[in-house]
């Protein structure tokens, strides 16, 4: 079961990112930050076997440099911890433009996206953190 405890933040230092290693891998906080210390919004959330998954969003201004950059960042953090690269996801059939890495690890599959919403003027960086079954 998932606590929302603790603090993550996803840091350039190597104390920072391991504590986001660690915590990425034990799925024990709901508090998440960008590497630059931008706090998420995030949430938990029950799949159908029960489970609960982390979710985490930030945004941005529409399609702006900087959740480029905090997409970058975030998909970094999470290839360092994981040691090894997201597998990019098909397209989606809609006029907005996403970017999803989908990451699998021994006990959760790890989601990092970017979605413009052009209906919205708002561009997300999405975390997802989902036990596996």
């Known amino acids: 079961m998932i606590r929302a405890t603790g603090l993550l933040l996803l840091?350039?230092?190597?104390?920072?990112?391991?504590?986001?290693?660690?915590?990425?891998?034990?799925?024990?906080?709901?508090e998440i930050a960008l590497p630059d210390g931008?706090?998420?919004?995030?949430?938990t959330s029950?799949?159908?076997?029960?489970?609960?998954a982390i979710n985490c969003r930030w945004p941005?201004?529409?399609r702006a440099d900087?959740?480029?950059?905090a997409f970058t960042?975030?998909?970094s953090a999470t290839t360092q911890c994981v040691n090894t690269d997201g597998v990019t996801d098909q397209g989606v059939n809609h006029p907005d433009s996403y970017d999803?890495?989908?990451?699998?690890t021994e006990a959760a599959q790890i989601?990092?996206?970017?979605?413009?919403?052009?209906?919205?003027?708002?561009?997300?960086?999405?975390?997802?953190?989902?036990?596996?079954d």
């Open 73 to 75: 960042a975030l998909l």
């Open 111 to 132: 989601s990092v996206s970017i979605k413009d919403k052009g209906a919205l003027q708002q561009t997300y960086v999405f975390l997802r953190i989902a036990p596996k």
């Open 46 to 52: 029950l799949d159908l076997s029960g489970a609960q």
């Open 100 to 104: 999803l890495r989908i990451f699998q």
């Open 11 to 30: 840091c350039a230092s190597a104390t920072h990112a391991n504590t986001y290693c660690a915590d990425l891998t034990a799925r024990t906080t709901t």
């Open 38 to 43: 931008t706090p998420g919004t995030c949430s």
């Open 60 to 62: 941005f201004d529409y």
């Open 66 to 69: 900087a959740a480029t950059a």
